[in-house]
């Protein structure tokens, strides 16, 4: 289901992009390995995106890697996407409110469900501001919280916060790099691992780190210390310094596997209310939940859909 949304969202950003003008380059992605024991996995990665549809995947040398990263140093093959995008955030979730408004959509930010009513003929939430909200279906997108909501309808789902932090690498310094470049990591590795991307506003991003967290309050997270993003730049841009480097945001992942299962990633949860009612609970949207976004909009939109013609 991820693969299958992550290459659907994919195509669909890059049409919307020109249909609703938000900023989204093709930068490429560069999948980088480091010695013999990481390049043997690269066309194992290279058929598992060609079974997912991506096409212009290629294998590159030392000398190929030089030509799309001239100053990556220290790398002896490359899984190289041309596919791989940057896009401004800010600008695409203004265009997605203006657009979910214009559709009649009623936005209610900052404000929390508290509990959800199943018991009337159309199921209802309640906010925190006292306010009632009723729909015909009522999805369940929660994030991090999507298992406490689940739980107000008495479904349980597990998820395991798990803490990505970012550091950047100062100018001039962050034009050393035109895309983004991903180390290969081990099997088992909770994340794509800590990689450079140059951001669409030209920063230079490193990271993000991978660590399972205790609770969902993020403040008791510990932080990965400044020096360990040091050396993943330096991995590949040895001339960069540790002055050069400075610390950035962070974030919460909802994965469904936790740590010790031995796996990296879970699937997309999207799934109708086990008990029958009209809640549909989207859970474990890690990423590339982001990417896959207008597609996972449009199998929900279809999924409801598709309960109205059996209730017809
Ligand atoms: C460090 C990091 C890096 C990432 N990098 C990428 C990337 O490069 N590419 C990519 O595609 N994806 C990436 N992702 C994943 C991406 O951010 C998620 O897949 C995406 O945000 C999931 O969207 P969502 O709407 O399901 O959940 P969220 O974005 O988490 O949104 C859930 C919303 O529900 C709200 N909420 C929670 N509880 C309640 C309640 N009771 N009442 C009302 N509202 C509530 C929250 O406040 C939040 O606004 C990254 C995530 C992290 C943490």
């Given at each position: 289901m991820k693969a299958f949304l992550n290459f659907a969202g994919i195509k669909l950003l890059y049409e919307k992009s020109d249909e609703w003008k938000f900023g989204l380059r093709r930068v490429g992605t560069l999948v980088a390995a480091k010695n013999?024991?990481?390049?043997?996995?690269?066309?194992f990665l290279?058929?598992?995106?060609?079974?997912?549809g991506l096409k212009g995947l290629e294998i590159l040398d030392a000398k190929g890697v030089k030509v799309i990263e001239p100053a990556v140093e220290g790398v002896q093959a490359a899984l190289y996407s041309p596919e791989g995008g940057v896009i401004d955030i800010m600008e695409y979730i203004a265009r997605l409110k203006a657009h979910a408004s214009m559709e009649g959509a009623v936005l209610a930010a900052g404000r929390e469900v508290t509990s959800i009513s199943v018991s009337e003929e159309f199921p209802s939430v309640s906010l925190s501001t006292g306010e009632r909200l009723k729909s015909r279906y009522i999805v369940n997108s929660a994030g991090l919280h999507s298992d406490d909501v689940a739980a107000m309808v008495g479904s349980?789902?597990?998820?395991?916060?798990?803490?990505?932090?970012?550091a950047y690498v100062t100018d001039p310094q962050s034009s050393l790099v035109r895309g983004m470049i991903y180390p290969v990591v081990d099997e088992g590795y909770p994340g794509l691992g800590v990689h450079l991307t140059r951001t669409f506003d030209g920063q230079l991003q490193v990271g993000p780190t991978s660590v399972y967290g205790e609770g969902k309050d993020q403040v008791k997270w510990r932080r990965t210390p400044l020096n360990a993003f040091v050396e993943a730049v330096r991995t590949f841009l040895p001339e960069v310094d540790s002055d050069d480097v400075h610390e950035g945001w962070h974030g919460v992942r909802v994965k469904t596997v936790g740590p010790g299962?031995?796996?990296?990633?879970?699937?997309f949860v999207m799934e109708w209310d086990t008990h029958g009612f009209p809640v549909i609970h989207l859970v474990g949207i890690e990423s590339p939940g982001f990417t896959s976004s207008l597609a996972i909009g449009s199998y929900v939109a279809s999924m409801i859909r598709k309960k109205d013609d059996e209730n017809r």
């Open positions: 013999e024991r990481q390049a043997q996995k690269l066309g290279k058929r598992a995106g060609e079974l997912n349980i789902y597990t998820v395991y916060p798990c803490v990505g932090e970012y299962s031995g796996r990296s990633f879970g699937d």
